[in-house]
């Protein structure tokens, strides 16, 4: 896939600064959340080691509970694609606050590269468009800047596309202890 965007050079622009702004950020399963360790492990992420297709809805319940902060969901096609309806309740609540990053590589990366159905007729800027959300889809660096604008400080709720290559990084894991995780995230609220 030439010509797509590095997805840890993008998961990295999302993330920078997040500790100095109190960003809250929901990484989805597998690559997106080793896309976002790499950038960094932080006491205000809250990697997703199950639970596919609920990242958006975690980030939809964060933002409702804290709408003192920001919340970036940075989640693949896949993962979306399994909580599809999470488009349309976040659209029917419209937090201000939330902020959706969806890298797609048109894979399912952690069952072995099948397609998704974005590499056909599924345009998930238009389904959460669609769905109330303020979404774009981009695959030109040129437009990265403003991309991940919207999605950290624009009106939400907003969702952006990068279409990303599907090289596969190495994984960076961050800590799997759910206990651990939900308890730091918890205390880096308080």
Not at 77 to 99: C, F, K, Q
Request: with cysteine.
């Amino acid at each position: 896939m030439s010509g797509r965007l590095d997805r840890r050079v993008v998961a990295a622009a999302a993330i920078v600064g997040a500790d100095d702004e109190g960003l809250l950020v929901v990484s989805g399963l597998g690559a997106p959340t080793w896309d976002v360790a790499a950038a960094g492990d932080r006491d205000l992420t809250f990697p997703l080691w199950g639970a596919m297709g609920g990242a958006v809805m975690i980030g939809l319940g964060l933002a409702v509970a804290r709408p003192d902060h920001r919340v970036l969901v940075v989640t693949g096609d896949g993962e979306l694609l399994m909580g599809l309806g999470s488009l349309s309740t976040v659209g029917s609540v419209a937090p201000i606050n939330l902020g959706v990053l969806v890298l797609d590589n048109e894979r399912y990366g952690e069952t072995g590269m099948q397609a998704t159905h974005t590499s056909g007729s599924t345009d998930l800027a238009g389904v959460a468009t669609a769905c109330g959300f303020r979404a774009t889809q981009t695959t030109d660096e040129s437009e990265l800047e403003a991309a991940i604008d919207l999605v950290r400080a624009g009106p939400g709720p907003a969702l952006v596309v990068v279409k990303v290559s599907t090289d596969i990084p190495t994984q960076v894991v961050p800590p799997r202890d759910g206990t651990h995780l939900v308890e730091r995230f918890r205390a880096a609220l308080a």
